[in-house]
């Protein structure tokens, strides 16, 4: 009965190298977001849809890109991987949009550059 | 399975009153518990605690950890309605094989009324 679900939950790749992340969330929420987790475990937001819009796009390279093919799922897809992107990324889904509902986070995604 | 439990649920109050939020875990190879703050922009980092009995503090904002007994409290006094918010309780640990995995609560969500 897992809520909200990553995939893979760690991933190890060479520089350069493009690479997805998938998120898939069985509660009926209309949101979804994504975030990474610093070494000083700050969250920072990256992006956010509401029923499959894009409705935050904070500071983030363009080499990372969401997809959301419908509410449930949000991916996302990373191009040229470089050392800097190596982290913790967050999936989280909610019922409203962000500030109104609790979050529900998935378990994470180790992904580490080499 | 690894659990992180908070209560309650929801939470209203009157400015300047004292208010506890608690969190206990159940998370295997325990290494230390994060509370977030979450309003209308991603979850605010607001403490790490590795050790028991000894209280963090900022501001009016308090948290301790009991690692014998798997919980954390969080303690606010004086409240203020700049306080409302979805405050979310993340416990890290260790997988068995050695990977750090981050599990957090459903949150406590805290109305100040004027």
């Known amino acids: 009965d897992t809520a909200v679900s990553q995939t893979p939950k760690y991933l190890v790749t060479q520089m350069g190298n493009d690479k997805s992340i998938k998120c898939e969330q069985n509660?009926?929420?209309?949101?979804m977001y994504w975030y990474k987790q610093d070494s000083k475990k700050f969250l920072k937001i990256m992006f956010s849809?509401?029923?499959?819009?894009?409705?935050i796009n904070e500071t983030v390279p363009n080499r990372f890109s969401p997809k959301s093919p419908d509410k449930a799922h949000l991916n996302l897809h990373i191009n040229s991987l470089e050392l800097g992107d190596s982290a913790v990324y967050f999936c989280a889904s909610s019922r409203g949009i962000w500030g109104t509902d609790t979050q529900y986070f998935g378990p994470g995604t180790r992904l580490t550059v080499l | 399975e690894d659990k992180v439990v908070q209560s309650p649920l929801s939470l209203v109050v009157h400015e300047g009153d004292t208010v506890t939020l608690n969190c206990s875990y159940e998370?295997?190879?325990?290494?230390?518990l994060l509370w977030y703050k979450q309003e209308k922009k991603a979850p605010t980092f607001l403490f790490m605690l590795?050790?028991?009995?000894i209280e963090k503090k900022s501001g009016r904002l308090s948290s301790i950890l009991d690692k014998k007994e798997l919980f954390s409290i969080l303690n606010i006094t004086a409240t203020q309605t700049g306080d409302s918010a979805i405050y979310l309780c993340a416990v890290e640990g260790l997988t068995q094989g050695g990977s750090e995995k981050l599990v957090f609560g459903k949150g406590t969500k805290l109305t100040v009324n004027p």
């Open positions: 590795t050790s028991s009995g």
């Open positions: 509660l009926g929420h209309d949101t």
């Open positions: 849809y509401n029923n499959k819009e894009l409705i």
């Open positions: 998370v295997t190879n325990f290494r230390s």
